[in-house]
Structures are given as C-alpha cells and as structure tokens.
C-alpha cells in the first residue's frame, strides 16, 4: 500500500505543479517534496511531500510559510502546529487497477478555451484553470454533458504510461458514483489514483477504487 500511496503523491504533486506553472510559478521537486517558493493557486498547496519522515523545518524553509500557506502531508506524519500551522482535513490516497472496461459512457475532452472557461465555471474554480492546461500532453480535462449541452459534471486526468491521477471530480447531480464510472469508462485500461476525504469515499469506492493510505493537509491561517 506504501507503494500506491508514493505513486499517489508523485502523480498529484506532478498536476500540482502543472497548474502552478500555468500561473507562472516553478516548482522544485526532489526525493523530498515538490514545494513552490512563492503561494501557489487557491485550493492548492505550497509543498507536497514524496516520502514519509521529511524534515518538516526544512520543508518549510522552501516555501513561503506565512499566512495562507499550506502543505500536503502525503503520508499524515508531520506535525506541523508548532509551526502556525493547523489540520485543514485529513483523507485518503486511493487506487483503481486496469479493469474491464464499465458500461458507462465516458466522459468528452475540453479541447477549446472557450469549452474550458465553461467547465471552469460548471466546476467553481473560474480563472484556475488557464488554457495552458489544454496544449500540456499529461492533462485531460473531462466533461459529462446533459441532452442540452449543459456541463453536469467532470473531472481531470493528469499522467502518462505509468498511470493517471483524477482530480477536480465534480457533479451537479444527486448520483456522485456515476461521475467516478464515467471516469473509469474513460481510461478502463489505466492505473488510476487519487484521493478523497473520508466522506466522500463511498462513490469512488463503489467506482472501484481503494484506499492506500492516508493523508493531512495543513493549512497556516
């Protein structure tokens, strides 16, 4: 489980730092963290640990810890509060294999800044997500579609061969469950991750994915 849950972190601080540089910020990633010195995008975090047992001072001093900062502890074992910092929310990594392909329909690629400002703004995060993301080769962002043509849900896909991390899942119906099949449907064949909050487990889990392991994110307020 120690695996899936580095691979895990590897994939969601590669897409962190994909959305970081369609802002104009660089990263730095190492057998440590990725981290970002200046505060990265609104929802994402400032530093992502790759390894369980990182230095949580030296950690720090590779970002801007002030007010507003925030780390991901991908393997829940920092204590960051001596520092300013508080739990924001704790989760779970999760992992589907390669499976049979499911019998929903999957989901339709955004493929025009004009198609993404409207799934931006179908999933609430308005200018994060920059047309950038649609030229990089590791990203696809996905949507589902009612009969009119209105966007009901979506998700994002980031990664390559080695498997691909699910991110920005969203729906504006009452059935979560379908959106994580429509996923699935998408890329049957493909090692996906990612992670959830322990509430929201139950529609991935039905989807086919399993818990790897958990993590914290901290948040400086």
């Given at each position: 489980?120690?695996?899936?849950?580095?691979?895990?972190?590897?994939?969601?601080?590669e897409?962190?730092?994909?959305?970081?540089?369609?802002?104009g910020?660089?990263?730095?990633?190492?057998?440590e963290?990725?981290?970002?010195?200046?505060r990265?995008?609104?929802?994402?975090?400032?530093?992502?640990?790759?390894?369980?047992g990182v230095?949580?001072?030296?950690?720090?001093?590779?970002?801007?810890?002030?007010?507003?900062?925030?780390?991901?502890?991908?393997?829940?074992?920092l204590?960051l509060?001596?520092?300013?910092?508080?739990?924001?929310?704790?989760?779970?990594?999760?992992?589907?294999?390669?499976?049979?392909?499911?019998?929903?329909?999957?989901?339709?690629?955004?493929?025009?800044?004009?198609?993404?400002a409207?799934w931006?703004?179908?999933?609430?995060?308005?200018d994060?997500f920059?047309p950038?993301?649609?030229?990089?080769?590791?990203?696809?962002?996905l949507?589902?579609?009612?009969?009119?043509?209105?966007i009901?849900?979506?998700a994002?896909?980031?990664?390559?061969?080695?498997?691909y991390?699910?991110?920005?899942?969203?729906?504006?119906?009452?059935?979560?469950?379908?959106?994580?099949?429509?996923?699935c449907?998408?890329?049957?064949?493909?090692?996906?991750?990612?992670?959830?909050?322990?509430?929201?487990?139950?529609?991935a889990?039905?989807?086919?994915?399993?818990?790897?392991?958990?993590?914290?994110?901290?948040l400086?307020?």
């Amino acid at each position: 489980m120690l695996n899936d849950a580095r691979a895990a972190a590897r994939n969601n601080a590669e897409w962190c730092d994909i959305v970081c540089a369609s802002h104009g910020l660089t990263g730095r990633t190492d057998a440590e963290a990725w981290s970002v010195p200046r505060r990265s995008p609104p929802w994402y975090p400032d530093a992502v640990t790759l390894r369980p047992g990182v230095d949580a001072e030296a950690l720090l001093a590779r970002i801007d810890a002030g007010a507003g900062a925030s780390v991901k502890d991908s393997f829940a074992d920092l204590d960051l509060s001596g520092y300013g910092f508080r739990v924001l929310f704790d989760a779970q990594w999760i992992h589907r294999p390669p499976s049979p392909p499911p019998v929903d329909a999957p989901l339709t690629p955004v493929s025009t800044p004009d198609e993404l400002a409207a799934w931006a703004a179908a999933h609430g995060g308005g200018d994060l997500f920059r047309p950038a993301l649609l030229t990089d080769p590791r990203v696809r962002v996905l949507a589902r579609h009612d009969d009119s043509g209105v966007i009901t849900g979506g998700a994002v896909l980031s990664g390559g061969d080695g498997g691909y991390g699910v991110s920005n899942l969203f729906t504006s119906t009452d059935d979560p469950e379908a959106i994580w099949r429509a996923v699935c449907a998408t890329l049957p064949t493909a090692s996906l991750v990612g992670y959830e909050e322990t509430p929201d487990l139950p529609p991935a889990r039905q989807a086919g994915f399993l818990p790897t392991g958990p993590l914290t994110v901290w948040l400086n307020p």
